[in-house]
């Protein structure tokens, strides 16, 4: 069993930046790629970013491209999400995953790619 915690959501101007966390547990986390996705209202959940876990290239939605980053921190079993130069329609439930093993970067902007999730933390972008 796998457990996710996010932390780090919150209110922020347009132009702000915020450092999503998501604390892992119960699986080597050093060989689980990570990702993150978000789900504004009334929208279907998007990819965000990803992480590899044999070597740390990552890969970022269009959306994301320049202002966000991911990273990660294994001796800490966490990843992160730098969001920077953040818009109104950034607004959304951010969500961490862990990748099923075996799936590469290829995969990882695909839900079906993550076998377990975290509850979500708010970001909430003020025009």
């Known amino acids: 069993q796998v457990q996710l915690v996010e932390s780090g959501g919150g209110l922020v101007q347009a132009g702000g930046s915020l450092r999503l966390s998501c604390a892992a547990s119960g699986r080597t986390f050093s060989s689980s790629s990570m990702g993150w996705f978000r789900q504004a209202p009334g929208k279907e959940r998007e990819f965000v970013a990803a992480i590899r876990w044999s070597d740390e290239t990552t890969y970022n939605a269009d959306s994301a491209k320049g202002r966000f980053t991911i990273s990660r921190d294994n001796a800490k079993n966490t990843v992160h999400l730098q969001m920077n130069s953040l818009k109104p329609e950034d607004t959304a439930v951010y969500y961490c995953?862990?990748?099923?093993?075996?799936?590469?970067?290829?995969?990882?902007?695909?839900?079906?790619?993550?076998?377990?999730w975290g509850q979500g933390t708010q970001v909430i972008v003020s025009s």
């Open positions: 995953a862990a990748a099923r093993p075996g799936y590469g970067l290829g995969h990882l902007s695909r839900q079906y790619a993550y076998d377990y």
